[in-house]
């Protein structure tokens, strides 16, 4: 079992950057894929980005792709979002999970954070 608590989020006028980290506990990390979603107000869960467990492979939504980059270091547990250009569509509360193979659905994810709040001013 994985535990993990995300970072990173606040205000940030649109064009903006900011870096979401997520940190997870246990020793078995780098054995599972890390995923990125976010939540509108009144809007389901969606994806946004996934890492494989060696950082080799990564993916990403059609709206987020060219702004955002994932990324993981194994040694300290934590996996990043790095988000720029940041629109004011990109508000929601942003999630990272855990899962075991390649996956961009929700439920094909067995391990959530709290989530972290973004907001983008236009």
């Known amino acids: 079992q994985v535990q993990l608590v995300e970072s990173g989020g606040g205000l940030v006028q649109a064009g903006g950057s900011l870096r979401l980290s997520c940190v997870a506990s246990g020793r078995t990390f780098s054995t599972y894929t890390m995923g990125w979603f976010r939540q509108a107000p009144g809007k389901e869960r969606e994806f946004v980005a996934t890492?494989?467990?060696?950082?080799?492979?990564?993916y990403y939504a059609d709206s987020v792709k060219g702004r955002f980059t994932i990324s993981r270091d194994n040694a300290k547990n934590t996996v990043y979002l790095q988000m720029s250009s940041l629109k004011p569509e990109d508000t929601g509360v942003y999630y990272c999970?855990?899962?075991?193979?390649?996956?961009?659905?929700?439920?094909?994810?067995?391990?959530w954070g709290q989530g972290t709040q973004v907001t983008v001013s236009s």
């Open positions: 890492i494989s467990w060696s950082g080799d492979f990564t």
């Open positions: 999970a855990a899962t075991w193979s390649a996956a961009t659905m929700v439920d094909e994810y067995d391990y």
